[in-house]
């Protein structure tokens, strides 16, 4: 994949659109008219007290959540503090890719914290990876799931971190399987990768199938709803 355009952001089917024509909402509504958030502004357009209210709730983690449960796996975004712990295990690489980009808690911490490795976001869900490609100039946002958009992880650098927000416990059978599957292929295509993730109860995030791979516990973060644990999958 090419890392050449750090501002490119693609909806399905379509080539890349740089941030910049993301801001002007005309040549935007033809290209991704089906990503616009209700929220969007047009130039000039002054948005009111209640119209601001009611645009955040509509692209809140919780109305994501009431829509979708199994695939969103919480109401509220990442604690800042889970997000700073997370990102410490994303040190030293040559690239970041973040599957399950959500609200951005996480993304914002990533680009803070390396600058220099190549960021790109996978997510799902078209209006919150609108919201990411536009917060979030330093990243490269993917539309779609993980395993659907497998080529955006797999032909990474070899020393890329994958660092995910994935409900796995709640994500349906055969889409865990196959983003497991995807996940696998990842972490054995080079021994420097890793795969950064956290989960709410003591068990690891998910089970490897591959006898190779394995999860290392890391820290618990208490100051998160709920507390978590994040774990680092890697070759044995
Ligand atoms: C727990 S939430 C996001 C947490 C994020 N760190 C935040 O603070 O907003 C999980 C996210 O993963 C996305 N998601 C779920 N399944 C996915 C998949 N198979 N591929 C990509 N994104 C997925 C959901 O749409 C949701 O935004």
Not at 185 to 212: C, I, N, T
Request: hydrophobic letters at 45%; a positive charge.
């Amino acid at each position: 994949m090419s890392l050449t355009d750090p501002e490119g952001y693609e909806s399905p089917g379509a080539a890349a659109v740089p941030i910049s024509r993301l801001r002007r909402t005309d040549a935007l509504d033809e290209t991704i008219g089906h990503l616009r958030a209700p929220t969007r502004l047009r130039a000039g357009s002054r948005r009111t007290g209640r119209d601001a209210l009611l645009g955040g709730l509509a692209d809140s983690m919780l109305v994501h959540f009431l829509r979708a449960p199994a695939l969103v796996g919480g109401i509220v975004p990442s604690s800042p503090v889970l997000a700073a712990a997370m990102s410490r295990h994303a040190g030293g690489f040559d690239a970041i890719v973040e599957l399950g980009g959500g609200t951005g808690s996480v993304t914002r911490r990533l680009a803070l914290d390396h600058p220099r490795a190549a960021l790109t976001v996978i997510e799902r869900e078209p209006t919150l990876a609108r919201r990411l490609a536009i917060g979030c100039a330093h990243a490269r946002v993917r539309v779609g799931c993980v395993h659907e958009r497998a080529p955006d992880l797999l032909d990474q650098a070899p020393r890329t971190v994958a660092v995910s927000s994935l409900p796995f416990r709640s994500l349906p059978d055969e889409v865990a399987r196959a983003t497991v599957a995807t996940l696998e292929r990842f972490l054995l295509a080079h021994a420097a990768r890793r795969l950064v993730q956290y989960s709410y109860g003591l068990r690891a995030p998910f089970a490897f199938r591959d006898p190779r791979l394995r999860w290392r516990r890391g820290e618990r973060v208490w100051r998160n709803v709920p507390p978590a644990i994040v774990w680092i999958g890697e070759a044995a």
